[in-house]
């Protein structure tokens, strides 16, 4: 990750950008997402425009009990996890997995 890819993410995330659960495709790096645009912090590909679709109040909800599922599945990894770098990681899809729980929950 180059000084530049690290400080255009950290812009993105400061100006409402989030984390995707999606791994980039090219490298399987980080990506971060706002206005549609991805951009993976590790190769500083683009692969391709991200469209945010309102979804309907049934596919909110299905969602939302997937994203539930996944955060308690961190969680036990988490809790299992010995190497502090994993666990580090872990807390940081989890937060993301937080915040999007949130969003959906409020819809």
Not at 54 to 69: A, F, V
């Amino acid at each position: 990750m180059t000084k530049d890819l690290t400080k255009k993410a950290i812009e993105m995330l400061l100006s409402g950008a989030t984390l995707l659960a999606e791994p980039c495709p090219y490298c399987k790096g980080v990506r971060v997402i706002k206005d549609g645009n991805a951009l993976c912090i590790d190769c500083g590909k683009e692969p391709k425009q991200e469209t945010e679709n309102i979804p309907t109040k049934h596919e909110s909800t299905s969602t939302l009990k997937i994203m539930q599922n996944k955060l308690e599945k961190l969680s036990k990894q988490l809790e299992k996890e010995e190497d502090p770098a994993k666990q580090q990681e872990l807390i940081k899809t989890i937060d993301s997995l937080i915040s999007v729980i949130d969003k959906l929950s409020k819809k």
